[in-house]
T-cell receptor, first 114, second 112 residues
Framework: EAGVTQSPTHLIKTRGQQATLRCSPISGHTSVYWYQQALGLGLQFLLWYDEGEERNRGNFPPRFSGRQFPNYSSELNVNALELEDSALYLC?????????????FGSGTQLSVL | QKEVEQNSGPLSVPEGAIASLNCTYSDRVSQSFFWYRQYSGKSPELIMSIYSNGDKEDGRFTAQLNKASQYVSLLIRDSQPSDSATYLCAGPHRGGYNKLIFGAGTRLAVHP
């Protein structure tokens, strides 16, 4: 069974540009979570999608947004990129969606903003 | 106070020893906790989950939860160099906001 897949693996952008990151959950999982992991820091919760709806978001500005498609895959968009947005962006999926279940992570997208 | 706190380490133990990783949390109503392992340059992988007070054992790993003290720990017996990684403790956000909050992680180094 395929795990969580993310694309691209690496993404290089310049300040002010937009970045789009993609995630496909494990088959049968309806919840998708996005986390940001800056170098040397822990995972910071970004967004949670379940059944196509945004259910919760972390303390990030509105230029971080996303959506979940009918097939449960998800997209994270970061507008007006800033240097401090450089980080590893991890997508995770789970079966239920509520915070008490297990998350399975993808390999991440390393975003570099120059 | 951070919601989930861990000592960043590094925790250095000799091969074959018991590694003890600790985590405290602030939300008294949290019911479930998770330990993830993250190798350098890789994504986190779930190694243990614990939902009730007491111990839960899985192979060389034992998770311990003490809700009265708001304390979670992970013991790794017979530590191997391949256990060298960052260990992340995670628990649900207080107030039922339905998201996992991760600690900053403890870096474990097992030396031969």
């Amino acid at each position: 069974e395929a795990g969580v897949t993310q694309s691209p693996t690496h993404l290089i952008k310049t300040r002010g540009q937009q970045a789009t990151l993609r995630c496909s959950p494990i088959s049968g999982h309806t919840s998708v979570y996005w986390y940001q992991q800056a170098l040397g820091l822990g995972l910071q919760f970004l967004l949670w999608y379940d059944e196509g709806e945004e259910r919760n978001r972390g303390n990030f500005p509105p230029r971080f947004s996303g959506r979940q498609f009918p097939n449960y895959s998800s997209e994270l968009n970061v507008n007006a990129l800033e240097l401090e947005d450089s980080a590893l962006y991890l997508c995770a999926s789970s079966l239920i969606g509520g915070g008490d279940e297990k998350l399975f992570f993808g390999s991440g997208t390393q975003l570099s903003v120059l | 106070q951070k919601e989930v706190e861990q000592n960043s380490g590094p925790l250095s133990v000799p091969e074959g020893a018991i590694a003890s990783l600790n985590c405290t949390y602030s939300d008294r109503v949290s019911q479930s906790f998770f330990w993830y392992r993250q190798y350098s340059g890789k994504s986190p992988e779930l190694i243990m989950s614990i939902y009730s007070n007491g111990d839960k054992e899985d192979g060389r790993f034992t998770a311990q939860l003490n809700k009265a003290s708001q304390y979670v720990s992970l013991l790794i017996r017979d530590s191997q160099p391949s256990d060298s990684a960052t260990y992340l403790c995670a628990g649900p956000h207080r107030g039922g906001y339905n998201k996992l909050i991760f600690g900053a992680g403890t870096r474990l180094a097992v030396h031969p």
